[in-house]
């Protein structure tokens, strides 16, 4: 079980971006949350099996609209959490 912060940059807000992440984090059995920076950038932190976050990742990656230019990446304590927010 692994934790993991995000930032998003690119075509990321607008797009259909944290329905995708939601959607994915509850496919893949992850937990979690999702929200729209002021910046335009998007923060998500998941937590699951590392295997399911990539997997996440690459579902969101495969959104119509979404266009992540950059991605910052970086293990955090895990949690006790049930669910996904879409902050």
């Known amino acids: 079980m692994v934790r993991r912060h995000f930032i998003f940059y690119g075509s990321v807000q607008g797009v ?3 329905y ?3 959607h994915a ?10 929200k729209n ?3 335009g950038s998007v ?3 998941l937590q699951g099996e590392e295997e399911s976050i ?3 990742i690459l579902a969101i990656e495969q959104g119509r609209y979404v266009h992540i230019e950059n991605m ?3 293990t955090v304590p ?3 959490e049930r669910g996904f927010a879409v902050v």
Do not use: K, P
């Open 54 to 56: 990539e997997r996440v």
């Open 20 to 22: 995708r992440a939601r």
């Open 43 to 45: 923060s998500m932190e």
């Open 37 to 39: 920076e002021w910046d």
């Open 25 to 34: 984090a509850d496919l893949y059995r992850c937990t979690g949350w999702v």
């Open 16 to 18: 259909g971006f944290r």
């Open 72 to 74: 910052d990446s970086r």
């Open 78 to 80: 895990v949690i006790e």
